[in-house]
């Protein structure tokens, strides 16, 4: 079981980008996701989360300018970021809490993906 993500780089101060989180592997459920993100030597902190209903929640520096979404049949999670700022320069990272099956029965995941850099200039 994995997850990956997509879609970071680099952008102008007002730009946009897309993000995409793609699990993969003998998943039984994914419950929440989110999608998270850290600056050098700062702790990682919650961007925005989604239910396996879609139910939602943004950090207040994010609220009004990124989406978060997913395709449940898909297993992908989106992050819309319209108005990019400066200060939302940082790696980001998807996660998810999920129930995996293996030989031994599956169990529950909180899985991470790598990260991909997001960088936006003034």
């Known amino acids: 079981v994995q997850v990956v993500e997509s879609g970071g780089g680099l952008v102008q101060f007002g730009g946009s980008l897309r993000l995409s989180c793609a699990a993969s592997g003998r998943i039984s459920k994914i419950r929440d996701m989110a999608w998270y993100r850290q600056t050098p030597g700062k702790q990682r902190d919650l961007v925005a989360k989604i239910s396996s209903d879609g139910r939602t929640i943004y950090a207040d520096s994010v609220k009004g300018r990124f989406t978060i979404s997913r395709d449940n049949a898909k297993n992908t999670m989106y992050l819309q970021m319209n108005s990019l700022k400066v200060e939302d320069t940082a790696v980001y990272y998807c996660?998810?809490?999920?129930?995996?099956?293996?030989?031994?029965?599956?169990?529950?995941?909180?899985?991470w993906g790598q990260g991909t850099q997001v960088t936006v200039s003034p």
């Open positions: 996660n998810a809490d999920l129930v995996y099956i293996d030989g031994l029965g599956g169990g529950v995941l909180d899985a």
